[in-house]
Structure formats: C-alpha cells, structure tokens
C-alpha cells in the first residue's frame, strides 16, 4: 500500500500513484523493516528535481521495479526541502562513502536506520561504470541475505564514524581583520576574471560570497572586492541563468559562461539574488542592478506567491514541449523559425541578434536560451521592449513547468527580507505589503503559542514536520529587516521569541556552537551540524547574523555574545575555503563595523522629512546595519529611547553598543556617516 496520499509535500504527491508501496519517514516504516527482516530504501529528492523525475519515469513507475521493491524491501521517500534533518546525515554519508552527492540520493538503510550502501541516481539500464537499479537492488537483496552480520557491521561502522564527526570550531573568537582579508585573498585565487563567479562548471551563483564582497568593500574600501561583486552580477544577468523576459534566476549554469542553465527556479536563489543586487545599486547606482533586483522580485510576486500569501518553493526545470512529453527547459527557449511567428521576420531578426539566438542553437534541438551578449550594435529602446513583450505573452501560452506550492519558512524569510528592502530602495510600497503579507502568514500559520516554528505549509495547512536552525534564524532576519523598513516593533518583538529558541534549544551551552536540529528534535543516527554554506546561508551563519542584528536593536548582552561565539567557526574557515563561508563573512563584516545602530526620531510618522532621513538611514553602506524609525517618545524600539527631535524636528542618531554621535537632521550628513 503506497502511504504518501494526503501529505503536504508535492514531491511525495508526486509519488502517491507510483506502484511502488511508499512510506513517508515515520517511525511505523522501520518497525515494519524489522517486522519483516528486510532493508529499508532511503530515496530523498525534491520537486524541482528533474533527475528526480526521471528516476520516478524509469525505475518507480515500472510495475517490474516496484514489485521487486515490494517483495524484498520498505521503501521511504523523503522531501529534502521538508526533512532538511534527514537529508544532511544520509548526504553526508554518500559523499564520505562516494566522493560525490546529489539528488535523487540513494540509499540503503538497515531497520536501525544505519546506512550500508549509498548512490544518486541509478539508470534502469546499465552504463559504462554504473550499474542499473535493478541490480543495485539485486546485489543488496542478496548480501543482505546471504552476509547480513557482515552488513549490520559496516552498517554500525559508518554510523559510529558518522556521529563522532566533530567540527573544528576554533577558539570562539570572531574574524579580525586578518581573517578577513585572508577570506579575500583566497577569494581573488579562486575567481574567472573573464566569465565573473568562482571555480568551473557547473557554475552556481555565490550570493552569499557576493554580500560579503559587497560589506567588505564599504567597511575598508577594497576596490578588488566590489570589481569581483560588480562583473560577477553583470555576467550572470546578461546570461541564460537569467531570464530575460519574465525575470528571475534558475539554479545554476552547467557551463562556465552563465549561457545555459539547469532551468529550475527557486524561491531561495531569486530572494537571495533580489537582496545582492538591490545591495549592488546602493553601493554603485548601477541600473542594471535596479533593474535585476525589480524584475526578480516582481518575478517572486507574480509566480511563486501563494493564495495564503506566502511564497512557493519553486518552478519545474521541465515542462511540456508541446507534444506531451516533459523537456527541459522547453519553456524558456527559442528557435529563430518559434522567434519569427511572434515577431515576424524583421522584429525577429533583431530579437536574434539582441538575445543571441542561433541557427545552431545554444541548447538543445537547435534551440538557444536567452541571453544578453556583450556587443557593439545600438537597439532601439522601444522596439526592444515590444520585443520582449510580445516574446512573453507568446511565452505565457506554452505549458508552463509545474510549481511547488510548498510554502518554507525558512526560503519565506530571504523572501521576506528581499522584498522588504527592494520595496523600500524603490519606494515600492507593494513590494514591503508583499513582506509583510507573507510574514503575516508565518506568524498566523507556522508559530504555535510558543513561538515554536513548522517548516512548511501548503494550501493554509501546516506541515507536521518541526523548524530546524535555518528556520528560526532566516525568519528572523526577515523580521528583522521588516521591522527595520516598516518601523513596525512587533517584528522585532517575534524575532526575539524566534532567537530565545535558538539559544536555548539549538545552542552548545558550553561551546556556543549551533546545531541545525533543536535539543527536543526527533534523534537521528547523528545530530546534523553544518556551518558551511550551500545554496542558502548555514543555519548556523545565518544565526550568528540575526543575533547580531537583534542584539544591535536592543542592546542584549546574550544575543550579541553568542554571535560572537558563533562565529569563531568562521574565524577557522573563512581563511581557508571562503567560497563556503560567504554569509559568516558577511556577518563578521557587519561585527567589526559595529554593526552601527540608526535611530531616526519622526516628528510625525508620515512627514517628508522624516521619511527622507529614513530612507537615507536604509540606504546606508554600513555593513549590517540596524534601523528603528518612530515618533519621538514610541517605545517600539528601545533605540529609540531617550532619543529627542532636534529643535522640534526629525533627527538621526547613528550609534555603536548604543553610544551615539551628535544628532544631525540632514539626510546628507547622515549619508556621509554611514558611507564614511
């Protein structure tokens, strides 16, 4: 009996038809294992997933497969976007095992949950150095069988090694400078002068790198830092990774150059990305980067958000090309014959030429992905924006790739924080209602009475699985940027609720270390703990950055300790592998700046010259810096107590360890303040 109707993941309701007699990760599934005498199947994976998919074509949709699967094992398929927990233990037992990770992750288990054989896809057919799935099953059915003791002692093995991992987490002290500028050196070494980013292909875009790159440059004025954050954002918006017409980015690029990407687009890169270059046209005025962050937050506004008011978790890499079968990518790409029934062929002509559309193709089939070449030619301006307009309305009538309405709270609070601030830049009031639509959501669906966060929600139900580190930290930070914007201190108020959690139940009490699962989390064969960055900030980074930031708000002694600890793990590896470090860089940034804390003192909430000191006070360089804007007196910030108007007008008070400058009441001194 396949048990995955009714659950709240659209991964596993993908599955809910598959012939294969799925369980979802529950205890009654090992209990069954052991019952029965039979291994259990780990598959793990995610909707956006297009090897994903395939392997659900090939192998669990296959009547053959999945009765072999019946007969000789319980099967469990995990979301890794809801189990984050389940995924970082059996992730770091494939790479141990194998050198290499990914997803659909493969992986056998004992009835004890105790991992034995690991792989990532496996084809229905064998290939060249890899065997088929169906002999994959073949071989583990028969060594467990025939060398069951054998395999309960690798089995026990690996889990032991697993759970006496420890991290280097260094002596507890925050990067200095050196540490720093060491992280930039190591930085420069590994970066693609000619094509913008870090390393080869694949090529992912390094936003947290990107942030740090941008806070250090404002704090010390390293003009290396803001050239490598300034080209990598121009090559990567003038590449496929970018969408050209509707705006957003996929994954990543499978080549070097930006040019082709793997098509999925998810909530975590377009919130990420929104921030980096709204931060990028603060710091350089840059109307690419203006246009980039607009386009991609309308882009997470119109596609991804949800009914509740939250937003989804991603786009499919595949849709349908039109014939019935799913390809990917068909979506997004063009032939010049598809270029010229749209525009006919003198507007075509000039789309192919403005887009880097090829007879030959860019892709596949002879087709090309959008792009913005570097060239010489000279475009009129109007006539390239019918182009683009006529291109996406005829693109809005293909099939368009599924989406995953799985609603994150930890994606939600980038999201939240992106949209927030682009919103107040822009003075896009839309944009912050949309912040705080989806903040509104979090607090209303995923925070029960005690301030205890859900992971996930999906059509207005809450999923059963709990918030792990990246949860209550990435919220946080959304709230905290929120508060900041909108002058509103109930969100720095839930920040708080949200950070006591991570000092009291995430939090080594004697290291100061982070775990990414609370003390009273379901126990696996290892507590998961990783301060390194992947496609989103490490919980623990992410944590060491909203304690900091709260602490900076309200001037607590614990907040601010604990980020200092938190960090001591990025004073150890930050000099050797920043590449995965970005946000802990980012964060030891804005400690060494201070960070500073702006008190803007309103003579009244919707004045002109108040919202000018306001939005100067947002628009500040200063690395991580905190803002409380309200009337005098308003005890929503405790910044802003004991802070008067200045001659009964509006007045800024920039500060550190809440010791503030003279007030000034003029936007430009304030703006030399912070950019100084």
Known sequence: MNRLAGVTSPYLLQHADNPVDWWPWQPEAFEEARRRGVPVLLSVGYSACHWCHVMAHESFEDEVTAAFLNEHFVSVKVDREERPDVDAVYMEAVQAATGQGGWPMTV??????????????????????????????????????????????VAGKIARDLSEREIAFGAGAAPGDQETAQALLGLTREYDPQRGGFGGAPKFPPSMVLEFLLRHHARTGAEGALQMARDTCERMA?????????????????????????????????????????????????????????????????????????????????????????????????????????????????????????????????????????????????????????????????????????????WNGLAIAALAETGAYFDRPDLVEAAVGAADLLVRLHLDEQARLARTSKDGRTGANAGVLEDYADVSEGFLALASVT??????????????????????????????????????????????????????????????????????????????????????????????????????????????????????ADDTASKSLHRTALLGLAPGAVVAYGTAGSDEFPLLADRPLVDGGPAAYVCRHFTCEAPTTDPAELRAALDG
């Open 108 to 153: 056998f288990l004992t009835p004890d949950a105790e991992p034995f054989y690991f792989g990532t896809y496996f084809p229905p057919e064998a290939r060249p150095g890899v065997p088929s799935f169906r002999q994959v099953l073949e071989g583990v059915r028969a060594a467990w069988s025939d060398r069951r003791d054998e395999v309960a002692e």
């Open 487 to 604: 002058g509103e201190g109930v969100w720095l108020e839930f920040a708080g609720f949200l950070l006591d959690h991570v000092l009291a139940r995430f939090t080594d009490p004697e290291s100061g270390a982070l775990y990414d699962t609370a003390t009273d989390a379901e126990q696996l064969i290892r507590r998961p703990q990783d301060p390194t960055d992947n496609a989103t900030p490490s919980g623990w980074s992410a944590a060491a950055g909203a304690l900091l930031g709260y602490a900076a708000q309200t001037g607590s002694t614990p907040h601010r300790a604990a980020a200092e600890r938190a960090l001591g793990v990025v004073r150890t590896l930050g000099p050797r592998v920043p590449r995965f470090v970005g946000w802990g860089l980012a964060v030891a940034e804005a400690l060494l700046d201070g960070p500073r804390e702006i008190a803007v003192v309103a003579s009244a």
């Open 238 to 410: 003038r590449g496929g990774i970018y969408d050209q017409l509707g705006g957003g980015f996929a994954r990543y690029s499978v080549d070097r150059d930006w040019v082709v990407p793997h098509f999925e687009k998810m909530l975590y890169d377009n919130a990420l990305l929104c921030r980096v270059y709204a931060h990028l046209w603060r710091a350089t005025g840059s109307e690419q980067a203006r246009r980039v962050a607009l386009e991609t937050a309308d882009f997470m506004v119109r596609e991804l958000r949800t009914a509740e008011g939250g937003f989804a978790s991603a786009l499919d890499a595949d849709s349908d090309d039109g014939t019935g079968r799913h390809v990917e990518g068909a979506y997004y790409a063009w032939t010049p014959a598809q270029l010229a029934e749209v525009l006919g062929e003198d507007d075509a002509r000039i789309a192919a030429h403005y887009f880097g559309v090829t007879d030959e193709g860019t892709f596949e089939h002879g087709s090309s992905v959008l792009q913005l070449p570097q060239q010489d030619s000279v475009f009129d301006a109007e006539r390239i924006a019918s182009i683009r307009r006529r291109l996406l309305a005829a693109r809005d009538t293909r099939p368009a790739p599924g989406r995953d309405d799985k609603v994150v709270a930890a």
